[in-house]
């Protein structure tokens, strides 16, 4: 039987969400919403489906088994809510909603009808990621010491109008944007964080969120994850540092603007010196969104958790406002259990 879907929101991310859909046998695009009739439209005379303007319509018909929640970050926990309270299965785009208490929304509403939630974290299944989350978890590079990540890009003309500058319909700037990926990264790399400190900051843009984070977790075993975040990193760049006793592992690229995805397999030397040293390519295009889309389906069939699921946005979102309220205060802020 198929899945039945409505994707709500006809962006760059519906589109993404719609291709990964069409590849898959099983499942069928029913409905697209979006307030932009014309948008609705483009996207269902490609893959198929009806094109709408109500999502309120569209998560309640019974012809749907699941929704995508593709919106600006203002109507994610809006529309995730309402999908999940007529028990539809939600992929909910990430962040999960602006701040923590939306995510609360959203996560205890997927509790109370027992459906599925997940929320799109696509870089878990960027296959450099997840070859290094398989290595450390091999006890590859030994004992986990530290992380470091960079991740940014330049904006684009007019990168100030668009909505992420409107902290009304995002919620955040660069921190909450790029950055909820990097942190998912180091939870799950990591596991729990209970300290946060950090600083945001607006250097070249004109708009009413930061443009730049800096930050630093650590959790109780000692690992310290380092983060920074940019809208001003006028060349794209994605780098993730994974640092145990026995070697380390880093990320660089992620396709396309942001260069070949690379993964760098060190090993320490017990004598020290250069380290012994390997690198592998992953030149094809990105098959995260499409890795991404399987782990859905397939939690979906077998009633179990995904990976990236609501617990996880939350965790994200917990650890972003940490930041955030680590910058107003100017101190260390505990992450409660």
Known sequence: ???????????????????????????????????????????????????????????????????????????????????????????????????????????????????????????????????????????????LYFMRCRYGHGGRPGYNKEWRADKELCGGGELLDQGVHVVDLFRWFAGDFNEAFGYTSTYFWDMEVEDNAFAFFKNKAGVIASMHTSWTQWKNIFSFEVFGRDGYLVIEGLGGSYGVETLKIGKRRPESGPPDEGIVEFPEPDISWDAEWKEFISAIKDGREPLGNGWDGYQANKMIEAVYESARAGKVVRLED
């Open 1 to 143: 039987m198929s899945i039945r879907f409505a994707i709500i929101g006809a962006g760059r991310i519906g589109w993404k969400r719609a291709a990964a859909l069409r590849k898959c046998d099983d499942c069928q695009l029913v409905v697209t919403v979006d307030i932009n009739k014309a948008a609705a439209e483009a996207l269902s005379r490609e893959f198929g489906g009806e094109a709408e303007m109500d999502w309120e319509k569209a998560v309640c018909r019974s012809d749907i088994d699941a929704v995508i929640v593709a919106t600006y970050n203002k109507y994610l926990t809006p529309i995730s809510v309402a999908a999940l309270e007529n028990k539809k299965h939600v992929l909910c785009e990430k962040p999960l909603g602006r701040k923590l208490e939306e995510s609360r929304l959203i996560l205890d509403a997927a509790k109370r009808n027992d459906v599925i939630l997940k929320t799109g974290l696509n870089h878990r299944h960027h296959p450099a990621i997840a070859r290094a989350k398989e290595l450390l978890d091999n006890g590859e590079i030994g004992n």
